[in-house]
T-cell receptor, first 108, second 117 residues
């Protein structure tokens, strides 16, 4: 079983739609969790950290379920500019393990 | 977020030459930096973890004699691709680890696109 798993997609959604991504991780000792966004031919950029109580940043909501070892990202009112690959990242110690990413295409 | 720079942003070289890529943390000190490689339409692959003042830890399958890593200061790590060949053409990205608000975070440099002819 891979350490961090994501549905690779692609998710093709119309503008304004709500879309959710899930990510599962295998290491129960994981301490911190993140969602990164990577545009084509660019470096990953931190989208948001994921806190135990869940957190929201504008149209983006992240949730953590430690018991089931999964993280989710919800994007509301999706924009064309949200088209990217979304990477789930899990940290323990100095290790950062990336999921394979989920591709999102928001269509006009 | 913290700022990480990489230089050069792109390089084209002949087969057999060596290429050096620099990764700098501009506004913080990074005891740990990471080097990744990404082929087109593929996932990021961790190559090695670079710790300031000590030898890098390489991932399985990454040749340490081919990909030389030096992390001589808290703000600079370098990756040298020795005797580069066309199959080494890739997008090389570094990142630096910070400790922010009681948690580890990681910030990426803009990447270096290497093309070996």
């Amino acid at each position: 079983r891979k350490e961090v798993e994501q549905d690779p997609g692609p998710f093709n959604v119309p503008e304004g739609a709500t879309v959710a991504f899930n990510c599962t991780y295998s290491n129960s000792a994981s301490q911190s969790f993140f969602w990164y966004r990577q545009d084509c031919r660019k470096e990953p950029k931190l989208l948001m950290s994921v806190y135990s109580s869940g957190n929201e940043d504008g149209r983006f909501t992240a949730q953590l379920n430690r018991a089931s070892q999964y993280i989710s990202l919800l994007i509301r009112d999706s924009k064309l500019s949200d088209s990217a690959t979304y990477l789930c990242v899990v940290n323990w110690g100095q290790n950062f393990v990336f999921g394979p990413g989920t591709r999102l295409s928001v269509l006009p | 977020g913290a700022v990480v720079s990489q230089h050069p942003s792109w390089v084209i070289c002949k087969s057999g030459t060596s290429v050096k890529i620099e990764c700098r943390s501009l506004d913080f000190q990074a005891t740990t930096m990471f080097w990744y490689r990404q082929f087109p339409k593929k996932s990021l692959m961790l190559m090695a973890t670079s710790n300031e003042g000590s030898k890098a830890t390489y991932e399985q399958g990454v040749e340490k004699d081919k990909f030389l890593i030096n992390h001589a200061s808290l703000t600079l790590s370098t990756l040298t691709v020795t005797s580069a060949h066309p199959e080494d053409s890739s997008f090389y990205i570094c990142s630096a680890r910070t400790w922010t608000s009681g948690r580890n975070e990681q910030f990426f440099g803009p990447g270096t696109r290497l093309t070996v002819l």
